[in-house]
């Protein structure tokens, strides 16, 4: 969905904007601040989701965790440091962080892919379609 919304977003953008020069960097601005708020909000309702709507999803995948740990053979007390280790990074608070941070970089590798395709004309050294591109961004 991050790529399609990267690519909507943006051609969106310089449709609205009717630029005749629009380029890779701008193209790029646009689709990483688009990521960066996707990612701000894709953060919040996960964090809001498992500390208020789902509270104990997060327990019973440690339940699975520690019976799958037993089925292959570790011991109760390697078990129960690996629950303690993974109890302590998996808190609402610390998924919704790693998931921004996650999509932020995802978003920044996707956004220089997809910016090559999306730029739009040439700089030209046409003294009119420069000062048209100018009159543009403004």
Do not use: C, H
């Not at 007390?77 to 932020?104: C, Q, R, Y």
Request: net charge positive; glycine share 6%.
């Amino acid at each position: 969905f991050l790529i399609a919304g990267i690519i909507m977003f943006t051609r969106k953008y310089r449709a609205d904007n009717q630029l005749s020069y629009f380029s890779y960097g701008d193209a790029f601005k646009v689709s990483f601040n688009m990521s960066f708020f996707a990612a701000i909000i894709g953060a919040f309702f996960l964090y809001v989701f498992y500390k208020f709507i789902s509270v104990d999803s997060l327990k019973q995948l440690q339940i699975a965790q520690q019976n799958m740990l037993l089925q292959l053979g570790y011991s109760d007390d390697e078990v129960m440091a690996t629950s303690k280790m993974m109890s302590a990074i998996t808190g609402p608070g610390i998924l919704a962080f790693s998931t921004f941070i996650s999509n932020l970089f995802w978003g920044a590798i996707i956004s220089l892919i997809t910016s090559i395709f999306l730029k739009k004309g040439t700089q030209s050294i046409d003294p009119f379609n420069k000062d048209m591109s100018k009159i543009d961004k403004e």
